[in-house]
């Protein structure tokens, strides 16, 4: 693969001007009503036909509001916004983060030894083998315990220190892949700036076996330097050399100069590039605690399930293509229902962290309001993505999505193997799972519940309007590789939607302003004297209370 250092030309659209759009919005106020309940009983294959496979992954999307013109007028709109060419932009190491002049290769991190993929005209993948097996062999140095803390004890605990897509990746993919962990060693994450989470992460720890990995991307996120100073300090205070520090003490970084300077010595230190955003980065360096928890092996089948579905999204077309599939779903739930929000609800106690880590990666991608030329939308575009595991959410938040006046598409994540099979436990899980799609998308009518002997007062609350819509995401068995196509498919799936929206997905700007207010706001909470507050009347009333009562 070939780059040029040229931003490249987008194809330029005004979205809601486009032909497949305005037949998409005809098309939206012919099929609102329709009921899933006569869309399955008119056509009895429905439940195969609309379906899909691709990398191991099968999607089955028919319990959604469409027809078989729905998903025709929607791959329409997806060639009409030239999405097509933006993948080959993609996969060709284009900078399409134009906002910061920046390729967007995660693809990269992840393709086979001997691919070239050439940016800037720079072949980058020889250097992305060499940090792999450069954590490789410091991985197995710590797992088989080479590796000593300064006074000679083997590594115990591993703390990864970062925070956004510096924690979020790293926590989802240990607790996902926990069964595949070593289970005489602790890992832990500490992310928040709240001292909490520092003193409760090392607690019962001792010094003497524990290695900090301090990820961050920039090495200069404020709450993971406090985090990283206060485990500099937390280290020296029981092994009292300056000299311990490079024994317990490694970075993950694109800032070379800001690690030394922090103190931890280059070698060792796991670099990536700018061209890894940090929400896309969990299988770059910044997976090294994944990597010294599941071992080399398990990682690479990892990098392989991201790789198989990187080739699916492709080559696949796009009525036949996972991620794009559940991408214009969601779009069109967006955009023509009005729908806010989407619940990703795994049915997996391992991945519990999911939802939050597709939090970031959604949200942060798709939460934008002008488009690429610096225009703002006339059109919603990221929606809100939250979740709990099942069953866990049957039992708190899913009578609102049965029963609410809210329509929120769900996303359910399930596997036909337990890893820790327990009497019926995997049956009775799936069950539900499959149970909930089908409430959802048949509900009960009014008929029903009163053939149950209902009375009249209580019918209207026993009843479920259903026609609730779910896209049901099957795979064989929760393994390293099979996290790396879901996480893949999710990444996809948002530069889909981003694509169609004419977005940066890929830049994060909003974060800003927020990060600027508080560096201002800390002298003025620190000083020992009464400060002269300039914010409006809240921000400084606010500031003065916490003033009086913070001693
Ligand atoms: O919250 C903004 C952000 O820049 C995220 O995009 C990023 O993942 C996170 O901060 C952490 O950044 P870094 O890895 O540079 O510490």
């Given at each position: 693969m070939t780059t040029t250092n040229v931003t490249p030309k987008t194809h330029f659209f005004a979205l809601k001007e486009l032909p497949a759009w305005k037949t998409l919005e005809e098309h939206y106020q012919k099929i609102r009503n329709l009921h899933m309940r006569s869309l399955f009983t008119e056509d009895p294959q429905r439940g195969e036909r609309l379906s899909a496979e691709g990398a191991g992954i099968y999607l089955d999307?028919?319990?959604?509001?469409?027809t078989d013109e729905t998903i025709q007028l929607l791959v329409k709109l997806a060639g009409e916004c030239g999405f097509r060419e933006r993948i080959d932009s993609l996969f060709l190491g284009k900078k399409i983060n134009v906002t910061e002049v920046r390729a967007v290769l995660h693809i990269a991190l992840r393709a086979p030894k001997g691919e070239k993929i050439i940016v800037d005209g720079l072949d980058v993948a020889p250097e992305v083998h060499a940090v792999l097996d450069r954590m490789a062999v410091f991985a197995e140095q710590v797992r088989s315990g080479?590796?000593?803390?300064?006074?000679g004890h083997p590594i115990r605990n591993v703390i990864n220190i970062g925070i956004g897509g510096s924690d979020l990746g790293p926590v989802m993919a240990y607790e996902a892949l926990k069964h595949y962990s070593k289970r005489d060693m602790t890992f832990r994450f500490v992310s928040n700036v709240d001292g909490t989470d520092f003193e409760e992460a090392t607690r019962d720890l001792n010094p003497e076996e524990t290695l900090f990995i301090i990820s961050s991307?920039?090495?200069?996120t404020i709450e993971t330097m406090t985090n990283a100073h206060t485990a500099r300090e937390w280290t020296l205070k029981a092994l009292?050399?300056?000299?311990s520090i490079a024994r317990h003490f490694v970075s993950v970084s694109t800032n070379a100069q800001e690690v030394s300077k922090f103190?931890?010595?280059?070698?060792n230190m796991f670099g990536f590039w700018d061209w890894v955003g940090g929400r896309y980065?969990?299988?770059?360096?910044?997976?090294l605690s994944t990597m010294i928890a599941i071992g080399p092996d398990n990682f690479h089948s990892m990098l392989s399930g991201f790789h198989e579905m990187d080739e699916h999204f492709r080559t696949a077309p796009f009525e036949k293509n996972l991620p794009v599939l559940l991408g214009l779903i969601s779009l069109w739930y967006n955009n023509f229902?009005?729908?806010?929000t989407v619940a990703v609800l795994p049915?997996?106690?391992?991945?519990?962290?999911f939802p939050a880590y597709l939090q970031q990666l959604t949200m942060e991608s798709n939460?934008?309001?002008?488009?690429?030329?610096?225009v703002n939308v006339d059109y919603d575009t990221g929606p809100v993505y939250w979740g709990e595991p099942g069953t866990n959410g049957q039992h708190s938040f899913y009578q609102l999505i049965h029963q609410g006046t809210r329509l929120i598409p769900c996303d359910f994540i399930g596997f036909c193997q337990t890893l820790n099979p327990i009497g019926s436990h995997h049956d009775l899980l799936m069950a539900n799972l499959f149970a909930q799609t089908e409430a959802l998308a048949f509900g009960k009518t009014e008929d029903e519940v009163r053939a149950e002997g209902t009375p009249d007062w209580l019918v209207p609350h026993r009843v479920f309007e259903g026609n609730r819509p779910s896209n049901t995401i099957l795979a064989e068995r929760l393994t390293p590789e099979t996290l790396g196509k879901l996480v893949a498919l999710y990444e996809h799936s948002v530069f889909t939607q981003g694509a169609i929206w004419r977005?940066?997905?890929?830049?994060?700007?909003?974060?800003e302003l927020g990060k600027m207010l508080a560096k201002r706001i800390i002298p003025e909470l620190e000083s020992g004297t009464e400060p002269q507050l300039k914010h409006d009347s809240s921000t400084n009333a606010l500031i003065r209370r916490y003033r009086r009562l913070k001693s």
């Open positions: 999307y028919s319990k959604n509001r469409i080479q590796w000593r803390g300064y006074s991307k920039t090495f200069t009292h050399h300056k000299e103190g931890i010595d280059t070698a980065s969990m299988d770059s360096a910044i997976g229902f009005g729908a806010q049915y997996n106690q391992y991945l519990k962290r939460g934008k309001h002008v488009t690429l030329d610096g977005i940066d997905s890929f830049d994060q700007w909003g974060v």
